[in-house]
């Protein structure tokens, strides 16, 4: 899997924002909110290919949680990132 590379995250305020870009102009409609977990995941992995395995190893390593958890919180992550299109899947 891959973050899409047209895609950008701002901190804007305490937001985390993705704002999701069409052709010719900036859909407003679709913008995404990260919570600063989700946010350091996507900074991690936003110029390299992953794994569901491989972000909960680094989310366990860097917050200090059992794998399980990591595992479950990581994938649900990635299933909305997903269905939002908002990366590429092998």
Same mark, same amino acid.
């Given at each position: ?33 990260? %919570? /600063?977990?989700? =946010?350091? $995941?996507?900074?991690?992995? @936003?110029?390299?290919?992953?794994? #569901? ?18 595992? %479950? /919180?990581?994938? =649900?992550? $990635?299933?909305?990132?997903? @269905?939002?299109?908002?990366?590429? #899947?092998?």
């Amino acid at each position: 899997m891959k973050i899409k590379e047209e895609l950008v995250l701002r901190r804007i305020g305490c937001e985390n924002i993705i704002i999701v870009p069409e052709k010719d102009s900036v859909n407003l409609t679709e913008v995404y909110t990260l %919570n /600063d977990t989700s =946010a350091w $995941i996507w900074e991690q992995f @936003k110029n390299e290919d992953f794994t #569901v395995e491989l972000v909960a190893n680094r989310v366990q390593q860097y917050y200090e949680v059992d794998l399980e958890r990591a595992m %479950n /919180d990581v994938k =649900a992550f $990635i299933d909305i990132l997903i @269905k939002g299109g908002l990366i590429l #899947v092998d």
